[in-house]
């Protein structure tokens, strides 16, 4: 079950590379979080109220609701264009993804054990490969926001994969930074639309002292 969990995973990733909707994508974050739940409830070793508790509230909770509802309502409030502006086209997004997979899949064969599964390694590094390729390819800081997300989607999936070598409390400080930055990332962005009402990054080269 939770191989057919990380498949759609990967699936997702193709789609918020190439999809032309910012709320598409913000919506692919609430389907990685919801994902990720299930991914985590499967790998579980032993499931008590305390393991699960974590568990709900790192991925369902901050991933699924926090977080995108935050995006979402900084869209909202700073009349953000809900087109997704690329460097790149979406055909070429789709292909630096499936070699950005293949890549993670050669990776996970060097560095399978018995205690990594290919799968896992191949869906983490996926997504933390994925989430670069967003940050660097996308024009507007909305949109570095959601492949910061997607990056540090997949280290906590890679954390997944690890079990018992990496603790809760690991995944929770992952967690707290990436909620720490969005929150400054939006107060950010508050002070660049007031001054330029835009956010694209080219507008970032008429800042000055």
């Known amino acids: 079950m939770s191989n057919l969990l990380i498949i759609i995973f990967l699936m997702s990733l193709f789609y918020i590379a190439i999809s032309g909707r910012l709320f ?3 919506n692919l974050l609430i389907l ?4 990720l739940f299930g991914v985590a ?18 991925t ?13 309502k900084m869209v909202i409030k700073n ?17 630096v993804v499936s070699v950005l997979i293949i890549l993670s ?40 926001i959601i492949g910061y997300i997607v990056l540090e989607n997949g280290i906590v ?3 997944f994969s690890l079990g018992k070598e990496t603790p809760m409390a690991v995944n929770a400080g992952i967690l707290l930074d990436i909620l720490i930055s969005v929150l400054l990332f939006g107060l950010f962005m508050n002070k660049i639309v007031k001054t330029y009402k835009d956010l694209e990054i080219d507008k970032l080269n008429k800042l000055s002292d």
């Open 157 to 159: 999936l890679l954390s």
């Open 79 to 95: 009349k953000i264009k809900r087109q997704v502006s690329p460097f790149i086209s979406g055909f070429s997004s789709l292909v």
């Open 41 to 58: 409830f499967i790998a579980l070793n032993e499931i008590n109220i305390i393991n699960l508790l974590v568990v709900l509230i790192e």
């Open 60 to 72: 369902l909770f901050f991933k699924a609701l926090i977080l995108p509802y935050y995006i979402k």
């Open 105 to 144: 899949f050669i990776l996970g064969l060097y560095l399978q054990s018995p205690q990594l599964q290919l799968i896992y390694i191949t869906a983490a590094f996926s997504g933390i490969m994925t989430g670069l390729f967003l940050i660097i390819s996308r024009k507007d800081i909305i949109q570095h």
């Open 32 to 35: 990685q979080g919801v994902l």
């Open 24 to 26: 598409v994508c913000i």
